[in-house]
């Protein structure tokens, strides 16, 4: 079993922690509030330390799930961080959801300390954390990938490596684009519904079984109906995202309309004090105007 680094215990990174525990790898938590530490520890049996670079100490793969690129440079950089407590030839993977830039730039520090990184985003949301069905998608050197290969598994349904470094946050901001418009989409099929007298139930009864089917009209349709928005990815987090989104299409010269224009509909959730509302809120919005 190996001797693994966890970094960021929210509500993705502690049942993927977890998960590593349960499989019987000795797990060393960190997390910057440290009451959820002392938490973990005492629930899963493994230990926790005070700083990034304790918890990375001797760790043979040092994985990350925090909030943005700020809080990814602070867990790996300087002298409490994680790369100067790794061992050469250890590995870092990283699940936040980051600029490309930043995991190209921390990519290069970890070679200079002679450890591998590697970008891993996930996707899947809390229930695919607590289940251990994630979908990550990867970017960096093929031989540290594949070395991490075995403990990603762990939590995921699928892991793919798709490039070099930074290819996996690309993708990761493919999914994120994907699912603006398919939140969109659903949240005015079952306004019309309602503005058109239909039963919202029946009809995703219907439409769930053909073309218009996605996991997001499976998995969020009755709760947006019933008005419900604490379930999943955090209004606050997914304009984070498609911010990332947006600069990068900037950057590469690709063009994002739908996008663009969803991210300011989440801006008026925002707005309406949805910003902790998972990403079906968009359903609220509409339902308000």
């Not at 594949?146 to 490596?161: H, V």
């Not at 984070?240 to 959730?269: H, M, N, R, W």
Request: charged share 20%; glycine share 12%.
């Amino acid at each position: 079993m190996a001797k693994l680094a966890f970094l960021g215990l929210g509500v993705m990174g502690a049942p993927m922690a977890g998960h590593l525990q349960k499989a019987g790898h000795h797990v060393t938590v960190y997390n910057r509030t440290v009451s959820k530490a002392e938490d973990w520890a005492s629930a899963h049996g493994g230990a926790m330390a005070k700083t990034p670079r304790e918890a990375a100490q001797d760790a043979d793969f040092v994985m990350s799930c925090v909030g943005n690129d700020d809080d990814l440079r602070s867990v790996c950089l300087g002298d409490d961080g994680a790369f100067a407590g790794m061992r050469s030839g250890a590995v870092f993977v990283d699940h936040t959801t980051v600029s490309a830039a930043v995991t190209r730039e921390l990519y290069a520090a970890a070679n200079d300390s002679q450890v591998s990184f590697v970008d891993a985003p996930i996707s899947g949301g809390q229930a695919g954390a607590e289940n251990a069905a994630l979908s990550i998608m990867c970017g960096g050197d093929e031989g540290a990938y594949n070395r991490a290969l075995p403990i990603m598994e762990i939590y995921s349904k699928i892991c793919r490596r798709l490039g070099d470094s930074g290819a996996g946050q690309m993708t990761k901001m493919c999914n994120q684009i994907a699912i603006a418009g398919l939140v969109q989409g659903l949240s005015e099929a079952l306004h019309f519904a309602d503005k058109a007298g239909l039963d919202g139930r029946a009809v995703v009864e219907v439409i769930s079984q053909g073309a218009a089917g996605s996991w997001q009209m499976n998995n969020r349709f009755e709760t947006m109906l019933d008005d419900k928005f604490d379930h999943g990815f955090a209004t606050d987090w997914m304009r984070k995202d498609l911010g990332i989104c947006l600069s990068t299409a900037d950057e590469t010269g690709a063009s994002l309309p739908v996008t663009a224009l969803v991210d300011q509909f989440y801006k008026d959730v925002q707005k309406m004090g949805g910003g902790r509302w998972d990403t079906s809120s968009l359903f609220k919005r509409l339902q308000a105007l």
